[in-house]
């Protein structure tokens, strides 16, 4: 009797445990206030509707990466038409960053600065493609801060915040609930704010567009 007293009590336990869990999961995806710094989306597409800013029940980190220490020679020998010295004079990119691209297979598309962590100092930014990659969409968004890269995947733009502590990312999305149609397009915008040692997702919004 003892035994099946105590058992009911580790259940009821694990219950009021479980409910608490998720009741702060609840509350972490709330909706958020405005952003008056949210970006305007270059889309000439009729926009069906918008999602109000959400907090992510499930963030995404943008993390510390380091330089591989493996030889990519056999990478850039098998794509000859990519000159990464030559592309990089052409973005007027400090060749202090060459040996990052090289070692890493990147071959960097675009490049900016801005100040990203809060400290008022600029931090430069890259998108870049995988070398190899006859059909890549999706591009590589390399953040440096210092000397250190930190990198995410992209399929859009990086916007950044007006009050220099993060930025907001666009990536493309599409609505699979309607099938055997044509889905709408969407973009995710997802806003991001540096945590001392990493970005972290803090807000959320999705814009849903007609169909092609």
Sequence with gaps: MK????????????????YSFRH??????????????????????????????????DPTYVGEQHVSTFSAKPIWDDSPSLDLKKQMGKLNIDQKYY??????GFFPNSSDEASL???????????????????????????????????????????PRSDGKGFYLENKT?????PFSEPPDGIELDRFEWMGNYFQ????????FSAK
């Design 3 to 18: 035994k099946i007293i105590i058992i009911i009590f580790i259940l009821i336990a694990i219950g009021i445990s479980a």
């Design 117 to 159: 962590t809060g400290v008022g100092s600029k931090n430069r930014y890259f998108s870049s493609i995988g070398v190899g990659c006859a059909s890549c969409h999706t591009q590589l968004l390399t953040i440096f801060v210092g000397n250190t890269p930190y990198e995410t995947e992209a399929d859009g733009f990086l916007y």
């Design 99 to 104: 040996n990052y691209f090289y070692q890493s």
């Design 174 to 178: 599409w609505n699979y609930k309607t």
């Design 201 to 208: 997702e803090v807000g959320v919004k999705t814009i849903w």
């Design 24 to 57: 702060q999961k609840i509350i972490t995806t709330k909706t958020t206030t405005s952003y008056p710094d949210e970006p305007k989306i270059n889309d000439k597409r009729h926009i069906i509707s918008s999602t109000a800013w959400a907090i992510p029940q």
